[in-house]
């Protein structure tokens, strides 16, 4: 009777009431508080929870109204459970798989989210109580449900997979109780996974390419996705044996493999696989694991896969779906292929070439957040000696490098980009990513030296045939200035890598042609002035093995010191001009000082000459210009004595008496 469910003081329309103001996005927060109180102190008060929640839970019902139902029965559940007896018991979970689950939902294609949810919830609680002690055909009744593909079907699997999950990571489970389900689960798992494997050969075998492509799954795949969760959950647990999903008696991980081709179960499978790859195994499992993972058919899948992917607009599933595959395979690496070599075995070398050149796919995407997955899988392997003398991965590196130097620059603001909410998240992105960057091209610069070095002579005579507008001179968010501030870095981290190393075998040639087209270079901007002097001083390491350029690079840091720029930039007041002239005067005298201090056995005695010639000259330009200009400024005047007295102590010990006391007597007066 309706009368039972309710005490004396709460009519069946105040309840009503409060639980569709619960749910309603027009209500207040304090109506939704007031509401939810009362709710809450019917779950309380109640004498007969079990037969309001089911009153309450009827498909008659609206949503809101069978979620609060079915919370009753959870509720239940969860503080009433040891009151009653063990019929009783039998009786709820009769009632609960009879009236509730099987005839009292609504088709799977059709129930609400929100229902299916708190079934699950009120499920896994019955199990963690008395599964499988007192409910040992849970397991049967979840198999006849998955064959009708109905609403129960997926609820009790969903359940399962809960379960598994809260084994681990309910702290209300008792030790003993823990350890009991612990030890039922293993004793299951077969039958479990024989379930499982069953459903997805049977989605495989019914679904055509009309079912891959329909907007809504099918009951069938709503099934199987739910089947896929209970993997995903068991494969994620310490406990779970997962060699026994890609042994050679299961054929788990084959058919995840052909569920990548399914458009609603692909990031499903994925995430199993993915779970699989980042488990640290024995060796023998690390071997077996990536023999599996790199046969000939499954890497031709993610060939196809990958190149489909990358060659059409991509949706946020599909991002999130290759960033899976990402994963997958850097896991595979760093924590299976990296064992197996480690420990003096190794994968099919043909395998192992396609590995690669599929990382590379990966990595050549344009995606920043799919490349800083992929990224740490190179960075990996360069930092192990036996990878690092592998002539498959040296065959690689160079494209490796070379796509690492296309997305090397910094993205401008006014740059799409489509996988952050903004430029600042994906400016912190870069960042991280740019410590990798530099990591990877100094190690590689090691490994093949001459082709990371003719990278970075590609890229820069890319930059030296590239014009600057005038209307973006002396502007920092612009393209040259950010191209050139980077492209010194890059070049910086190569020749210092490539000549830490004495005597290195590299094409001193090309190096050489390289060094003077930078020196012919001239700019009218000194902000890029600023970095061409960076990229000038990135090749002083060079000078230890050959001197050949060391004057002509003097001559050309001796210009840019006494250099003047025009002030009439739009834009650009002549404030800010006289700031951007010091700094590059500034940061030339520090690259001089650099190459004096680090590489004094290239001071040669022609050298040191041409030095006192340029130091000279120098000198009369400042006097002639102090002459010509009367009212030069006293910042620009405080700017020169910074500058040449710092030069005047640096080449103190260099240059004689009669060259130093004139710059002191006419400087410093």
Same mark, same amino acid.
């Given at each position: 009777? #309706?009368?039972?469910?309710?005490? !004396?003081?709460?009519?069946?329309?105040?309840?009503?009431?409060?639980?569709?103001?619960?749910?309603?996005?027009?209500?207040?927060?304090?109506?939704?508080?007031?509401?939810?109180?009362?709710?809450?102190?019917?779950?309380?008060?109640?004498?007969?929870?079990?037969?309001?929640?089911?009153?309450?839970?009827?498909?008659?019902?609206?949503?809101?109204?069978?979620?609060?139902?079915?919370?009753?029965?959870?509720?239940?559940?969860?503080?009433?459970?040891?009151?009653?007896?063990?019929?009783?018991?039998?009786?709820?979970?009769?009632?609960?798989?009879?009236?509730?689950?099987?005839?009292?939902?609504?088709?799977?294609?059709?129930?609400?989210? =929100?229902?299916?949810?708190?079934?699950?919830?009120?499920?896994?609680?019955?199990? %963690?109580?008395?599964?499988?002690?007192?409910?040992?055909?849970?397991?049967?009744?979840?198999?006849?449900?998955?064959?009708?593909?109905?609403?129960?079907?997926?609820?009790?699997?969903?359940?399962?997979?809960?379960?598994?999950?809260?084994?681990?990571?309910?702290?209300?489970?008792?030790?003993?109780?823990?350890?009991?389900?612990?030890?039922?689960?293993?004793?299951?798992?077969?039958? #479990?996974?024989?379930?499982?494997?069953?459903?997805?050969?049977?989605?495989?075998?019914?679904?055509?390419?009309?079912?891959?492509?329909?907007?809504?799954?099918?009951?069938?795949?709503?099934?199987?996705?739910?089947?896929?969760? @209970?993997?995903?959950?068991?494969?994620?647990?310490?406990?779970?044996?997962?060699?026994?999903?890609?042994?050679? %008696?299961?054929?788990?991980?084959?058919?995840?493999?052909? =569920?990548?081709?399914?458009? !609603?179960?692909?990031?499903?499978?994925?995430?199993?696989?993915?779970?699989?790859?980042?488990?640290?195994?024995?060796?023998?499992?690390?071997?077996?694991?990536?023999?599996?993972?790199?046969?000939?058919?499954?890497?031709?899948?993610?060939?196809?896969?990958?190149?489909?992917?990358?060659?059409?607009?991509?949706?946020?599933?599909?991002?999130?779906?290759?960033?899976?595959?990402?994963?997958?395979?850097?896991? =595979?690496?760093?924590?299976?292929?990296?064992?197996?070599?480690?420990?003096?075995?190794? @994968?099919?070398?043909?395998?192992?070439?396609?590995?690669?050149?599929?990382?590379?796919?990966?990595?050549?995407?344009?995606?920043?957040?799919?490349?800083?997955?992929?990224?740490?899988?190179?960075?990996?392997?360069?930092?192990?000696?036996?990878?690092?003398? +592998?002539?498959?991965?040296?065959?690689?590196?160079?494209?490796?490098?070379?796509?690492?130097?296309?997305?090397?620059?910094?993205?401008?603001?006014?740059?799409?980009?489509?996988?952050?909410?903004?430029?600042?998240?994906?400016?912190?992105?870069?960042?991280?990513?740019?410590?990798?960057?530099?990591?990877?091209?100094? !190690?590689?610069?090691?490994?093949?030296?001459?082709?990371?070095?003719?990278?970075?002579?590609?890229?820069?005579?890319? /930059?030296?045939?590239?014009? /600057?507008?005038?209307?973006?001179?002396?502007?920092?968010?612009?393209?040259?200035?950010? @191209?050139?501030?980077?492209?010194?870095?890059?070049?910086?981290?190569?020749?210092?890598?490539?000549? %830490?190393?004495?005597?290195?075998?590299?094409?001193?040639?090309?190096?050489?042609?390289?060094?003077?087209?930078?020196?012919?270079?001239?700019? !009218?901007?000194?902000?890029?002035?600023?970095?061409?002097?960076?990229?000038?001083?990135?090749? @002083?390491?060079?000078?230890?093995?050959?001197?050949?350029?060391?004057?002509?690079?003097?001559?050309?840091?001796?210009?840019?010191?006494?250099?003047?720029?025009?002030?009439?930039?739009?834009?650009?007041?002549?404030?800010?001009?006289?700031?951007?002239?010091?700094?590059? $005067?500034? $940061?030339?005298?520090?690259?001089?000082?650099?190459?004096?201090?680090?590489?004094?056995?290239?001071?040669?005695?022609?050298?040191?000459?041409?030095?006192?010639?340029?130091?000279?000259?120098?000198?009369?330009?400042?006097? +002639?210009?102090?002459?010509?200009?009367?009212?030069?400024?006293?910042?620009?005047?405080?700017?020169?004595?910074?500058?040449?007295?710092?030069?005047?102590?640096?080449?103190?010990?260099? =240059?004689?008496?009669? #060259?130093?006391?004139?710059?002191?007597?006419?400087?410093?007066?």
């Amino acid at each position: 009777r #309706i009368q039972i469910l309710f005490e !004396h003081n709460m009519s069946l329309q105040e309840l009503l009431a409060a639980i569709e103001c619960i749910h309603s996005p027009s209500s207040t927060s304090a109506q939704r508080t007031h509401a939810y109180t009362t709710c809450e102190g019917f779950k309380e008060r109640c004498e007969n929870l079990p037969l309001a929640g089911l009153q309450l839970s009827k498909t008659t019902s609206s949503v809101a109204v069978r979620h609060f139902g079915l919370q009753l029965l959870e509720h239940f559940v969860k503080f009433k459970w040891s009151e009653i007896t063990d019929s009783e018991r039998s009786e709820f979970r009769g009632i609960l798989v009879k009236q509730i689950l099987e005839e009292g939902t609504l088709d799977i294609q059709e129930e609400s989210g =929100l229902v299916r949810n708190i079934l699950s919830s009120l499920t896994t609680e019955i199990l %963690k109580r008395d599964w499988p002690q007192q409910w040992a055909d849970f397991l049967s009744i979840t198999k006849g449900n998955m064959t009708r593909d109905n609403t129960a079907g997926e609820v009790l699997l969903t359940s399962l997979s809960r379960l598994i999950e809260d084994i681990e990571l309910d702290s209300n489970l008792t030790p003993a109780r823990r350890a009991d389900l612990l030890r039922c689960v293993g004793a299951c798992r077969d039958e #479990i996974i024989e379930m499982i494997t069953c459903k997805l050969k049977e989605v495989l075998e019914q679904s055509g390419e009309g079912a891959a492509l329909a907007r809504r799954p099918s009951g069938r795949s709503r099934i199987a996705l739910a089947a896929l969760e @209970v993997l995903s959950a068991a494969s994620c647990m310490t406990w779970f044996q997962h060699n026994s999903l890609y042994d050679k %008696k299961s054929h788990v991980c084959t058919l995840l493999f052909l =569920l990548l081709r399914d458009g !609603h179960l692909r990031q499903r499978a994925a995430d199993v696989l993915y779970n699989l790859a980042a488990r640290k195994t024995s060796p023998s499992d690390n071997l077996q694991f990536s023999n599996f993972m790199l046969q000939d058919d499954a890497l031709k899948m993610l060939f196809d896969i990958a190149s489909e992917i990358c060659s059409s607009a991509l949706s946020d599933e599909s991002v999130l779906f290759l960033k899976t595959l990402c994963r997958t395979y850097t896991q =595979l690496g760093e924590n299976h292929i990296v064992g197996v070599y480690r420990n003096s075995m190794s @994968v099919p070398q043909e395998a192992f070439q396609k590995y690669l050149q599929l990382m590379l796919i990966f990595y050549q995407h344009d995606l920043i957040s799919v490349r800083s997955i992929v990224i740490d899988l190179w960075v990996s392997f360069l930092n192990i000696e036996i990878f690092r003398k +592998n002539e498959d991965l040296k065959l690689i590196i160079p494209h490796v490098v070379r796509a690492t130097q296309k997305y090397f620059c910094k993205p401008l603001a006014s740059d799409p980009f489509d996988d952050f909410l903004d430029y600042s998240e994906l400016g912190k992105i870069y960042n991280i990513q740019l410590s990798k960057m530099i990591s990877l091209i100094g !190690h590689a610069a090691k490994v093949c030296p001459n082709q990371t070095l003719q990278v970075a002579f590609d890229w820069q005579m890319s /930059i030296l045939g590239s014009d /600057i507008p005038p209307d973006i001179l002396c502007k920092e968010d612009t393209k040259p200035f950010t @191209v050139w501030k980077y492209f010194s870095t890059f070049l910086e981290k190569v020749i210092s890598s490539v000549f %830490k190393k004495p005597n290195p075998e590299v094409k001193m040639d090309a190096l050489h042609q390289s060094l003077s087209f930078l020196l012919k270079f001239d700019c !009218h901007d000194p902000l890029v002035s600023y970095w061409h002097v960076s990229s000038i001083s990135a090749y @002083v390491p060079t000078f230890r093995d050959s001197d050949v350029l060391t004057i002509p690079m003097l001559e050309k840091l001796f210009i840019l010191l006494g250099k003047k720029f025009n002030n009439s930039y739009p834009g650009v007041t002549e404030r800010k001009m006289s700031a951007l002239v010091s700094d590059l $005067h500034r $940061h030339t005298s520090s690259c001089l000082l650099k190459f004096v201090t680090n590489y004094p056995a290239a001071i040669t005695w022609e050298v040191f000459q041409e030095m006192q010639s340029l130091y000279s000259t120098l000198l009369t330009s400042i006097d +002639n210009q102090r002459k010509f200009n009367s009212n030069l400024e006293k910042r620009e005047f405080r700017e020169y004595v910074y500058v040449y007295g710092f030069l005047a102590s640096l080449f103190f010990f260099f =240059l004689p008496c009669s #060259i130093i006391f004139p710059f002191f007597a006419r400087d410093f007066h």
